[in-house]
Every structure is written in C-alpha cells, then in structure tokens.
C-alpha cells in the first residue's frame, strides 16, 4: 500500500467517524490516487488533480469531472495537514453542468462480443475469465462498476441466488437476486479463480492480476479496448460506455414490462429498488432513454386516455 493510498484510508475513516457518508468519495479517489501513484506525486497539485478530472475514455467531455474535482478537493484539504505542498483546486475549477446524454444501448449481439473479445483477446486466463464474467454481470444485473467491483466472495449466497450490495452509492445496501443461468457463470468463474488464485491478497470476488481486488482506473481502459476491438457503437451518438451496461438492463427491463402489457407504473418502485436509486423519480428518467422505450410509453398512454374518453 502506497503512502497515499494509506492516506485515502485515514481520511474516509476520519469522515466516516464524523458522521459522512462518503459514498462517491470512496468510489472515486481510489482512482485519483491510482492516478498520483503512477506519476510519481506525492500529494495533490492543482494541475495533476484538472488532468485527473478531465480524464475520459472517449476523449469527451463528461459529468463526472466536477464530482471527481469536488472529491479531490476534499481530499487535498485533508492533506495539508501532512503535505506542506498540497494546493486544494479552487472552487469554480470545473463547475458542474448538468445536461442529458443519451445512453448507449447495447444489444444481446454488442454484449455477447465483448464476452467474446475478453476471452480471446485477454492473453491471461484468469484475467480473460474475469473480465468476460464482470461484463456477463454487470449485464444481467444491472449493477454499477463500483458496486460489481467491491463484491466480495461473502457477498454471495449461492442457495438464495442472490447478492449483497453492501453500502453503494449514497450509502444504501441492497439485495439482488440473479437469473439461475448468471449465478451459474460466477460458479464457474469463482471456480477457476480459485484454481488460478489459490491465495488471493484480498476477500474480493474478482480478482486483478496483482492478485488484488480490481481497479476501477484499470478497468475503464480495458473495456474501452474491448469495445472498440468488437467494433462496438460506430458512428453512434453517444459512445458505449461501462456504465450504459446498467442504462441497457433498465431498459430492457422497461421494454419487456411494456411488451407484455404489465403495468409500468406500478413496477417502477420495483426497480427503483433493484437498481438502488435513491428515489423512484431517478428510474423513471429510463422512460426517455430509448425511442422504441418512450414509444411503447406514449402508445400506453393514449390507450388510456382512449379508454377515459369512451
């Protein structure tokens, strides 16, 4: 563990003790100290914490760069107290903008593709496995990166099929069942990892090449070349990112409620829920994330009115 990794974990210990949270912070800065790590600095500049924020795999410009920025600053304030030459980015540095992006929806062929392409593509077994079986789960559960990447192997209950999101975003725990056929694919992961990994460093349910838990920074640039080596979202709008895995389950799940008549509305809190929002109004933002989606909407909707009217 580096120094500044030692760091991150006072600091989210000293919050969390004080009562936050911490729920973002604890998602994000890992990979900002990834990021310090691996240019050699010792505490957080003003210049190194801009490139950090403004990072992207696309080269776009996204909506996290002022969240990383607001969970740097955090941070840097609570490394003047060790480092002398610690600089706090200035309020303003990057001011959130919200706006609307369309998600990338995968289709059952782009995901069985980047399975494919892990498995072929990635020359460790181990690391083939764990990527094809990470893709296949943020898929068929709708979870976020941060929540399939801090799994642990107790967080699994096999009899149930189901598993424990401990402590995700905004500082919710959750249980999510999974389909026999997905809980039957992390069997058969978990059973090579062992065979591979006999002695993991960590409790983590995938594992790294560093016999550690994954890293989201390490993450995000291996599915990029996943999906551009499947040759996935050419000329598409939006480009596919990691977290329109999520976007394309609710999705799914929406259009499947719709095709087969079943009341949306009365659903929703349903996967609300699943998803772990904080609210039921977050979900219903998925009922514009797709034309067909926002279609099958407004079609229920006229039929209602049709039927009042008559």
Same mark, same amino acid.
């Given at each position: +563990?580096?120094?500044?990794?030692q760091?991150l974990a006072g600091?989210?210990?000293l919050?969390?003790?004080?009562?936050?949270? +911490?729920?973002?912070a604890? &998602?994000?800065?890992? #990979?900002?100290v990834?990021? %310090?790590?691996?240019?050699?600095?010792s505490t957080?500049?003003?210049?190194?914490?801009l490139? &950090?924020?403004?990072?992207?795999?696309?080269?776009q410009p996204t909506?996290v760069?002022?969240r990383? +920025?607001?969970?740097?600053r955090?941070?840097?304030?609570y490394l003047?107290?060790?480092y002398?030459?610690?600089?706090i980015p200035?309020l303003?540095?990057?001011?959130h903008r919200?706006r609307?992006?369309?998600?990338?929806?995968?289709?059952?062929?782009?995901?069985?593709?980047?399975?494919?392409? $892990?498995? =072929?593509l990635? /020359?460790?077994?181990?690391?083939?496995?764990? *990527?094809?079986?990470? =893709?296949?789960?943020l898929?068929?559960?709708?979870?976020?990166?941060?929540?399939?990447?801090?799994?642990?192997?107790?967080?699994?209950?096999?009899?149930g099929?189901? !598993? !424990?999101i401990?402590?995700? @975003?905004?500082? @919710?725990?959750?249980?999510?069942?999974?389909?026999?056929t997905?809980?039957?694919?992390?069997?058969? *992961?978990?059973?090579?990892?062992?065979?591979?990994?006999?002695r993991?460093?960590?409790?983590?349910?995938? =594992?790294?090449?560093?016999? @550690?838990?994954?890293? *989201? $920074? $390490?993450v995000?640039?291996t599915? /990029?070349h996943?999906?551009?080596?499947?040759?996935?979202?050419t000329?598409?709008p939006?480009?596919?990112?990691?977290h329109?895995l999520?976007?394309?389950?609710?999705?799914?799940t929406l259009? #499947?409620? *719709?095709?087969t #008549?079943?009341?949306?509305?009365a659903?929703?809190p &349903? %996967?609300?829920?699943?998803?772990?929002?904080r609210?039921?109004?977050?979900?219903?933002w998925?009922?514009?994330a797709?034309?067909e989606?926002?279609?099958?909407?407004?079609a229920r909707?006229?039929?209602g &009115?049709?039927a =009042?009217?008559?």
């Amino acid at each position: +563990m580096s120094a500044l990794e030692q760091d991150l974990a006072g600091y989210l210990q000293l919050r969390r003790s004080l009562g936050h949270e +911490m729920a973002e912070a604890r &998602w994000l800065l890992p #990979g900002f100290v990834a990021f %310090l790590d691996t240019r050699g600095a010792s505490t957080v500049t003003i210049e190194a914490a801009l490139d &950090w924020a403004q990072q992207s795999p696309t080269g776009q410009p996204t909506t996290v760069g002022p969240r990383r +920025m607001t969970a740097a600053r955090g941070f840097a304030r609570y490394l003047t107290g060790i480092y002398p030459g610690t600089e706090i980015p200035p309020l303003g540095l990057m001011p959130h903008r919200q706006r609307w992006r369309r998600p990338f929806i995968y289709s059952t062929a782009d995901i069985e593709a980047l399975m494919n392409h $892990a498995r =072929v593509l990635i /020359r460790s077994p181990l690391r083939a496995a764990t *990527y094809e079986t990470l =893709v296949g789960l943020l898929a068929a559960g709708g979870l976020r990166i941060g929540e399939a990447i801090k799994l642990d192997r107790s967080d699994i209950d096999w009899t149930g099929s189901v !598993l !424990l999101i401990r402590e995700s @975003k905004f500082g @919710k725990s959750r249980l999510v069942p999974l389909h026999s056929t997905a809980m039957e694919a992390l069997s058969a *992961y978990a059973q090579l990892r062992d065979e591979l990994e006999p002695r993991p460093k960590e409790p983590s349910f995938f =594992v790294s090449q560093t016999h @550690k838990r994954l890293c *989201y $920074a $390490a993450v995000c640039p291996t599915f /990029r070349h996943l999906v551009d080596a499947a040759g996935i979202g050419t000329g598409a709008p939006s480009a596919p990112r990691l977290h329109d895995l999520r976007h394309t389950f609710a999705v799914r799940t929406l259009l #499947g409620w *719709y095709r087969t #008549g079943e009341d949306v509305q009365a659903k929703l809190p &349903w %996967l609300s829920t699943y998803l772990g929002h904080r609210e039921p109004a977050s979900t219903y933002w998925y009922l514009s994330a797709a034309p067909e989606l926002l279609a099958l909407a407004a079609a229920r909707q006229n039929t209602g &009115w049709t039927a =009042v009217r008559s």
